[in-house]
């Protein structure tokens, strides 16, 4: 409760930081996104220059509303990725330092493993692969295990062979964020929430005479019209990362397209049913990963997720609807390039989602004594999906800047997708040293 009154959304903290922003309006670096991304970057970034000042600057009044707060919770080991990809190196790096910092802080986890179970002998060369991959990457503890090693950890899952990864864990990451924040904030860090950025600018020349002028050449404007100055900018947007690219004029590629992921949960007297995460065998010719088991660090039990188009960034529910953000995706050629590619996947989704018996049967190919009447409709959360324009998923990190005076000055953190929570420290050094060489700090 203290640390949300401090970070989070106390009356006293939101004075508070509206008495900073009147006193300072002037920092060396501001970091436009309070996610766990952003906090993280943020935290890396004053560790390491402290005679700099820094800020961030979050749209909404709390922080980790979005992603960072909507997500199933899960610390990814690193199996799934390309061997040498971003994605790969910093899942492993970001998931061993996660751990470690939950432990210096006192943040509750469950290190409770993962099964990825195939339920066909046609899902088998594809498990071994995954698993070959999970040893490319350095993954820690992996096995292959048979149907009796399936049943002693998972007593009601069923399948001929599972991939066994006792070093996937559970966390509360809204709090990691919130503990992000608090160590930013006690480094000397300023959070400015309610601040949506909609502007940015060199100072025009009349005021560059001043020494902050000269000093802090770069204007950032809300949509209240309140301003900061600032030398450099690093952009930790999640689902408004495009536009927020956009409006530095750095290019607008890749397009972010949000799509909604709703969950199941298992009612309570049912959770003895699942012990750790269970996960299905990936399928190539899908580019989502399918419904899955996941637990939670109050012990329910998430189902899911499905994978919707969301016709509104920030679309929680099946009813949310914003008219430039539905037009901004449906007039992206990118969008029907994939939907045409995948329309039976995504005819099998809609389905689901519509129908609670067609996601339960999903779930029976694992646990065959799931029913209809074990699950309720839970909650939802949006994925920042980057899409380029020939309608295929971006996969990895995306880190650009841009030419001219201002995108010099600005790094875009421009796709940070699962596992982006996992790997947020690891993230946050590689932007850290990018800031540095970038801007010279």
């Not at 309070?34 to 890396?44: D, K, N, Q, T, W």
Request: net charge neutral.
């Amino acid at each position: 409760a203290a640390l949300r009154q401090r970070v989070g959304g106390g009356g006293g903290a939101l004075a508070l930081w509206k008495a900073q922003r009147r006193q300072r309006s002037t920092f060396d670096v501001a970091v436009v996104g309070a996610g766990i991304v952003g906090l993280a970057s943020a935290r890396e970034l004053i560790r390491r220059h402290p005679q700099l000042t820094f800020a961030v600057l979050e749209k909404e009044q709390e922080l980790a509303h979005h992603q960072s707060g909507h997500n199933s919770g899960v610390i990814h080991s690193g199996i799934y990725y390309t061997p040498g990809s971003l994605k790969a190196k910093l899942c492993v790096q970001g998931a061993a330092l996660c751990y470690q910092y939950c432990d210096q802080k006192g943040i509750p986890y469950r290190q409770c493993g993962k099964l990825i179970v195939a339920v066909e002998q046609d899902e088998i060369p594809r498990l071994q692969a995954l698993y070959q991959r999970g040893l490319q990457n350095n993954v820690p503890g992996l096995k292959l295990i048979g149907p009796k090693e399936i049943r002693g950890k998972e007593p009601f899952c069923r399948g001929v062979m599972a991939l066994d990864s006792p070093y996937t864990g559970i966390v509360d990451y809204k709090q990691v964020a919130l503990s992000y924040a608090e160590d930013f904030q006690e480094a000397g860090g300023t959070i400015l929430t309610d601040f949506e950025v909609t502007h940015m600018e060199m100072a025009k020349e009349s005021s560059s005479g001043s020494e902050d002028g000269l000093k802090y050449p770069v204007v950032v404007r809300n949509s209240k019209g309140e301003e900061i100055y600032c030398q450099h900018m690093v952009t930790c947007a999640g689902l408004h990362s495009d536009r927020l690219s956009e409006i530095s004029g750095c290019s607008p590629q890749p397009r972010i397209l949000p799509f909604r992921g709703d969950y199941l949960v298992l009612k309570p007297e049912k959770c003895y049913m699942v012990k750790g995460n269970i996960y299905p065998v990936p399928n190539p010719h899908f580019p989502f990963l399918g419904v899955h088991f996941t637990p939670r660090m109050d012990g329910s039990v998430w189902l899911g997720p499905n994978a919707l188009l969301a016709f509104k960034r920030e679309g929680y529910k099946w009813f949310d609807f914003s008219p430039g953000d539905f037009l901004d995706a449906v007039m992206y050629s990118g969008l029907w390039k994939l939907v045409l590619r995948n329309l039976s996947y995504g005819l099998g989704e809609l389905y689901r989602a519509c129908f609670l018996s067609a996601q339960v049967k999903e779930l029976q190919k694992f646990i065959p004594e799931v029913t209809i009447n074990d699950v309720f409709r839970g909650p939802s959360g949006v994925r920042a999906q980057a899409l380029d324009s020939d309608g295929n998923l971006v996969d990895d990190f995306v880190f650009d800047g841009g030419s001219g005076d201002l995108g010099s000055r600005v790094l875009h953190v421009r796709n940070a997708p699962s596992p982006a929570a996992t790997s947020s420290l690891a993230i946050a050094k590689m932007i850290a040293d990018e800031v540095k060489q970038r801007f010279e700090l």
